[in-house]
């Protein structure tokens, strides 16, 4: 029988002697451009050169941020080359060469060059989070040289510092998944000028939370132990760095049940202050105050967290806040939810409800016009309607319009909605709070493992930036690792929103792992990323258990019967992977081991032992109830991958090559066990059956049918499976032999224990012409005997390779939603293949989405981009038609999810309204199903056309006979196509 080759693909790390060496052999990884090279010609800036480092000049009165920056560029110069610059806070006596850093207005050299006339600052003066980089002959007395880092603002001058540190080699994440800078003897800048920002979003953040597993612990245990259950200063400075590297702005800081509250460290805020960071506070968290069982009401004995009764206490609470961080930059939350995630307390009618609400606003603003601004619309506020929250806004509730409403999303990465035409002209602005990761006390929670595809963020945040939420944009990241990748790129998309498209997001995994990992080996680090997601997006390994009170656990999701064993097939595609890993791993030399272990090696195998674990477990169960004894074998393999999980987990801990375990308590085999999210980690119920009596042969076929196996077409030309298996002890032979020459199996006879696999083919150039063909196999063996019949179709026309489009074949067509063949835009619109998008293939999306809802047959013939798909049908009558695509919200209220469909050239039938379509986020999956009538077979076309934007197709699936028990439908039906695009 064959098995899934996860757990032989086990992580080989060599105990290598951990020496400087190794760390000096580094490989330098791709540079985008040859900005900074090694290469001294004429007219490039000597950063490094054999024998000095250019000194970094930042002046004492210029803000803290620039000089932490600068600080941070020597370590970095040193890092790469061995060579630490000076830092020095006068004119006088800096190296002939010497990089001068600065903001505007803020620092004397950078303004008196600017009145000189030798800066031009008129690309970056006056906006926001700016920066040039300049190379300038004899900026001052004695410097002959200047590459000058000029900044609007003090933020834009860090970021200015942070993009040279970039252009050496050293990674955002150099620190925090240990990518090891590649080392070079010299450092030569370029002579062109840079001129970057402002950014497209202007805060742009992330919310650390659910960080009891991960983040909190590692903090309190291991990297600052003197800070106590919290995230303090020394941790904090970490993340701020982190968070300026990748040019972020903004905070919301760990705020989770037990965590000490932030603002409960005195040097917090001034360490955010120090790094220019924005603060600001969840949709929980009103006026920077943390509320959770046990954190600052609790602890300041406030009492009810009841405004309808205990208003004045809940304001003087703010207050002390207000009072305390006001001279710092923040942006704050307003409104009121409970104290624990939950509705706030109220009695009263909606109305009422909305009413309260209002004042709770006016009365948070009287008090930020009290205690940090007189105009409280110069203060930056945001409005969060999370949960609840929504329903009371899309019933009514007013925002003061200078507040910026943050939409959310459905904590599973498909954003609630957008602001509509009247939100958009909001003096506010809109933004979005977006999910990388989910904590809910159930098992639809996942904090383990990131699975969320660039792609999907890419898709909804790009949908949102077209809408106008442009003002703040905030990740929950849970605890920051494993969400690295995920992280970065949301944030780089918050800074251009438009530098990644539909077409190119494989560049952005390339360009990271190139980066951050291996050159050469970026292509295909790059590829086993991209089907981590997609395997991951069809189900998150946290996903793959759920459990409902008072019902067994749910563990089955993949067909066993069916599609060549649906399972098995997510099994080896895991193994894949893993082995591909494996061997990238085994390539790289020691200083990035480490990096790679932590940013794809850990979740890549992690997810597979995962699926192995869970997939086996269900074999396993199933198994035995038919007495098939190869089901003990599937539960040692389960139990096999539970254990290899525990393993890597504590490599991850405690194992890592260079770093040791600098990273212990970060990471849990288990995370987040709150609640009924334990049942995640649950292993399915195994059974050791191993067989009972003598030797005695059966079988199971694909199809479920106990005689014959699934059909074979000369279209798909693909295998079924037959597996023999001993249901007593012992060891059986057996022979096969088939009745036609034109039937193939993979092997004639064997012996086995317990369960073999056998895969029957067709030799399509010997068989017959003929739609009900029949072949036998009769199978013997010393514990009995079986025959399987094999039915075969291969009719005369059309044949395989003249037909055009899809073929029915076994029952159904089934088209991936990009093999279209023919596209129609209207309107500057058009369908788009979303690259790295979708449960089995890519998928396709209206662009831009911008875009009105036409809902008459008339407006969707003449304004809406339409796809055509050719199919060829040998059956006629009555079928399903299901489209499968994702679990979109509409773009506004007044908007559906819905599409069109026409049959050859008919008029447009609407779909997806009255009711709307259930969705099922955890398989990312909204199925839209109606009946059609076919009254003739042959060639036929199906065009479907946008209604409202929004909706992303994943798969279409024509069902002419039942359809089967599948989480990902039938595989693709053979098609031909030429693809076009149509006026």
Not at 92 to 118: F, H, M, N, Q
Not at 493 to 498: K, Q, V
Not at 643 to 655: H, S
Not at 689 to 718: C, K, N, W
Request: proline share 7%.
């Amino acid at each position: 029988m064959k098995t899934s080759r996860v757990t032989s693909v086990l992580l080989r790390l060599d105990p290598a002697v951990l020496v400087f060496a190794a760390i000096v052999c580094s490989p330098a990884p791709a540079v985008a451009d040859d900005y900074v090279s090694e290469n001294g010609a004429a007219g490039r800036f000597p950063l490094v050169r054999q024998t000095a480092a250019a000194d970094i000049y930042v002046a004492e009165e210029d803000w803290k941020v620039a000089k932490i920056a600068a600080g941070d560029l020597a370590l970095d110069i040193e890092r790469v080359t061995g060579r630490r610059p000076a830092i020095k806070h006068v004119r006088a006596g800096l190296s002939p060469e010497a990089v001068l850093v600065g903001t505007i207005g803020r620092s004397r050299v950078i303004d008196d060059l600017v009145k000189a006339g030798r800066l031009d600052i008129a690309a970056v003066r006056g906006q926001w989070e700016s920066f040039v980089i300049e190379l300038i002959a004899d900026p001052l007395p004695g410097v002959a040289q200047g590459l000058v880092i000029a900044g609007s603002d003090r933020r834009g001058a860090a970021y200015g510092v942070y993009e040279l540190s970039r252009r050496i080699g050293v990674s955002p994440w150099y620190w925090w998944a240990d990518v090891t800078p590649p080392r070079r003897a010299e450092l030569h800048v370029a002579p062109e000028r840079l001129k970057i920002g402002p950014p497209a979003v202007k805060y742009r953040g992330i919310f650390i939370n659910d960080e009891m597993w991960g983040i909190r612990p590692w903090a309190a245990e291991n990297f600052a132990p003197d800070e106590g259950q919290g995230l303090g200063p020394k941790t904090y400075a970490k993340i701020f760095e982190l968070l300026l590297r990748l040019r972020a702005n903004h905070l919301w800081p760990a705020m989770h049940r037990g965590t000490i509250p932030f603002n409960y460290y005195p040097r917090n805020k001034e360490v955010a202050d120090d790094y220019a960071i924005v603060m600001g506070s969840s949709h929980i968290e009103p006026m920077l105050r943390n509320n959770i069982g046990g954190a600052e009401w609790d602890r300041e004995g406030g009492g009810d967290w009841d405004y309808q009764s205990n208003a004045a206490a809940i304001r003087d609470y703010w207050a002390r806040r207000l009072e305390a961080n006001g001279q710092y930059e923040n942006v704050y939350t307003l409104g009121l939810r409970g104290k624990d995630d939950e509705p706030m307390k109220f009695s009263g009618t909606p109305k009422e409800k909305i009413s309260l609400m209002e004042k709770i606003f006016a009365d948070q603003r009287a008090l930020l016009a009290r205690h940090v601004n007189p105009d409280p619309a110069r203060v930056p506020q945001v409005f969060i309607p999370y949960t609840e929250v929504l329903g009371l806004y899309n019933a009514g509730l007013k925002v003061p319009d200078d507040v910026i409403i943050c939409w959310p999303d459905d904590n599973f990465g498909y954003i609630r909605r957008l602001p509509a035409a009247a939100e958009q002209s909001r003096v506010g602005g809109s933004g979005i709070y977006y999910h990388l990761q989910w904590l809910n006390g159930a098992t639809t929670a996942y904090t383990w493992l990131n699975t969320t595809p660039p792609a999907l963020i890419w898709e909804e945040m790009s949908k949102a930036w077209e809408f106008g939420a442009r003002k703040l944009w905030v990740l929950n990241v849970g605890d920051i690792k494993p969400g690295e990748l995920g992280m970065e790129f949301f944030l780089d998309m918050a800074w251009d929103p438009r530098r990644w498209r539909h077409d190119n997001l494989r560049e952005f995994l390339e360009r990271w792992a190139a980066r951050d990992l291996d050159a050469a080996l970026a292509p295909e680090i790059a590829a086993i990323m991209e089907e981590h997601f997609r395997l991951g997006f069809a189900r998150r390994p946290e996903h793959l258990v759920q459990y409902r009170a008072g019902a067994p656990l749910r563990y089955s999701w993949f067909s066993h019967e069916h599609y060549n064993d649906g399972a098995q097939q997510r099994l080896d595609r895991y193994a894949n992977i893993a082995r591909r890993a494996q061997a990238v791993y085994d390539q790289l030399p020691l200083p990035r081991k480490d990096a790679f272990f932590q940013l794809v090696l850990y979740p890549v195998q992690c997810a597979a032992l995962m699926n192995e674990k869970v997939i086996c477990a269900d074999k396993s169960a199933r198994h035995a109830a038919l007495g098939r004894a190869c089901a003990a074998e599937y539960a040692r393999q389960a139990r096999a991958a539970a254990a290899r999980i525990i393993e890597l987990t504590d490599r991850y801990n405690t194992g890592l090559l260079l770093v040791s375990n600098k990273w212990n308590r970060m990471m849990s085999p288990a995370p987040g066990p709150w609640g009924n999210q334990r049942y995640q980690f649950d292993m399915p119920p195994l059974s050791d059956f191993d067989g009972s009596g003598p030797a005695m042969l059966d079988i199971a076929v694909e199809g479920g049918r106990a005689d014959a196996v699934s059909d074979l077409s000369v279209y798909t030309q693909g295998r079924r499976f037959i597996d023999l298996f001993n249901k007593g002890k012992g060891e059986l032979d057996w022979k096969a032999v088939v009745s036609k020459p034109w039937l193939k199996l993979d092997r004639a006879e064997g012996r086995f224990a317990t369960a073999q696999r056998l895969w029957v083919s067709v030799d399509w150039a010997l068989a017959p012409t003929g739609r009900d063909l029949e072949a036998m196999i009769d199978i013997e063996s010393n514990g009995g005997k079986r025959r399987v019949v094999v039915p075969v179709f291969k009719p005369a026309q059309p044949e395989r390779d003249q037909v055009t489009g899809f073929v029915e074949s076994h029952g159904v067509v089934s088209m991936e939603a990009e093999h279209f063949a023919r596209r129609r835009d209207q309107d500057g619109a058009q369908w788009q293949v979303i690259k790295g998008l979708g449960r089995s293939g890519d998928s396709v999306a209206v662009l831009p989405a911008a875009l009105p809802s036409r809902t008459e047959p008339s407006a969707i013939r003449a304004h809406s981009p339409a796809l055509e798909y050719d199919f060829y049908l040998f059956t006629c009558g009555e079928f399903q038609l299901h489209f499968d695509c994702l679990p979109t919200q509409p773009v506004t209220p007044d908007r559906g999810v819905r599409l069109a469909f026409s049959l050859d050239q008919s008029e447009p039938r609407l779909l997806g309204e009255n009711p709307r379509p259930p969705s099922d986020v955890l398989a990312n999956l909204r199925r839209y199903i109606t009946t059609i009538t076919m009254d003739k077979p042959g060639p036929h076309t199906l065009t479907v056309w946008m209604v409202d934007p929004g909706v992303v197709m994943d798969k279409i699936v024509i069902h002419t006979g039942a359809p089967k028990d599948s989480c990902f439908g039938p595989p693709e039906s053979f098609w031909r196509s030429t693809q076009q695009t149509k006026p």
